[in-house]
């Protein structure tokens, strides 16, 4: 396309929080979610249509700004990333949906409205969830909203928090939006909480299992693989394709140190399920690790496990980097530390990758992984570090967890 800076997304894409605000895509942050003209969060189970939503003021906007060759503020994520790894989702989504964008941005009104045809959608469903991993938040997991409950930093009765999932599906069944959506949908992306714990998601795909175009969308799970959704093998079959994506962070001891209440031996368990079922043509899987100064200490120790699955497909993971807490950014990590792993990670490459197969088929992912750290290292690394001990012990003592058990590498020079 001839613009300097165009996105699918603002043209064909919606994301819903689980509170059911809802932005362009789920790449951008909380402070850009879209307003009504009175400046109040427009909420997916309260518009009348979805037009209301595409053809706000502020994503006409956005639109106009990317065809006038801007880059919107929303996307400085994309922005950044490209600028530091050249890559970004806006690429991602450019290779998936060219042919539909060039379709519809001639068809742009002057002030910026749209034709309604959503073909990529983001549901953050809910927040039910069975773990409470140290990155997370009461909006992606209840168990921490309990957390937060007694600590007196969320009310028992916010429904940002604790959410009526039986509300939620009276809603989407009175206000049809979702058949508005489905008339056009070719993907839609599901996380949570843990969407197949979520009555709500079951109620959902069980809904869309029926409808005469599910054999046209592809399906995406972001599951903790804690469980594995055999109450909707049935359901899956209706669908064009089925992606698991399956949140690993690291192995053994600090995988549950992380992703606090999940048992390693199950995650692994489900994970050979996932596997087996991935053999089917129909369905895809992925594993996709948060890069968190406790996941990278333990990175080398993921890879040996990836590696050893002998799929090249899984040998190395997408890395994404932690939002939130800023505690818990790489550049918490010391300096020499940060080297140490780096080397640690590039020579585990050199030594097991031996004809370099699996590094260029992981390309992408490995100049986003080093990236990552190399942006840690210019960052003022280490200046947070007593921060980040805190943060960590302050949940350990909450938890009845050790730090130092699971990740003693860091204490090897660190006053107690
Ligand atoms: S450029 Fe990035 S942040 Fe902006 S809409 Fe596209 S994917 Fe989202």
Known sequence: MKYKFVCPMPFIGLSVESDQ??????????????????????????VKNIS????????????????????????????????????????????EFHTDLEKIAPTI?????????????????????????????PRYSVKIAHEWEKLGLVRPDDPEFFIDTKKLSLLVEENGLLENLLDHLSEMKITGGEPFLSPYVEFLIKKMAKHPRASEIELSFYTNATTYPNH?????????KIS????????????????????????????????????????????????????LLGLVNLLKFTFSLKIAELAIPE???????????????PKELLMKIKNEITHFFESNDLDGSIRKRHSVHISKLFSLIDTALKANPGEKFLDFLLFS??????????????LPLLFKDQPS
Not at 21 to 44: A, E, N, W, Y
Not at 233 to 239: G, I, N
């Open 52 to 95: 209301e939503i595409i053809n706000s003021n502020y994503l006409k906007q956005v639109r106009l700004e990317m065809l006038s060759n801007k880059i919107p503020a929303a996307c400085q994520n994309c922005h950044q990333s490209e600028i530091s790894s050249g890559h970004s989702p806006r690429i991602e989504y450019l290779r």
């Open 232 to 240: 909707l093998l049935e359901d899956f079959k209706q669908f064009k």
């Open 109 to 137: 009104q002057p002030d910026g409205s749209i034709e309604v045809e959503i073909k990529h959608f983001h549901y953050s469903t809910d927040n039910i969830c069975n773990l409470a991993c140290r990155m997370c938040h």
């Open 393 to 406: 012990k302050k949940l350990d003592q909450k938890r009845g967890d050790s730090m130092k058990d699971v």
């Open 21 to 46: 605000s809802v932005r362009l895509c789920c790449h951008i942050s909380q402070r850009d979610m879209i307003k009504d003209t009175s400046g109040k969060p427009l909420r997916f189970t309260q």
């Open 319 to 333: 890395f994404n980097p932690v939002f939130a807490p800023a505690t818990l950014n790489l550049n918490v990590l």
């Open 244 to 295: 698991f994506f399956c949140s690993i962070d690291a192995v053994e001891e600090l995988a549950e140190y992380i992703r606090y209440g999940c048992d390693w031996n199950e995650v692994k368990k489900n994970l050979d399920k996932f596997l087996e079922l991935s053999k089917q043509p129909k369905y895809d899987l992925k594993i996709v690790t948060t890069l968190s100064a406790y996941s």
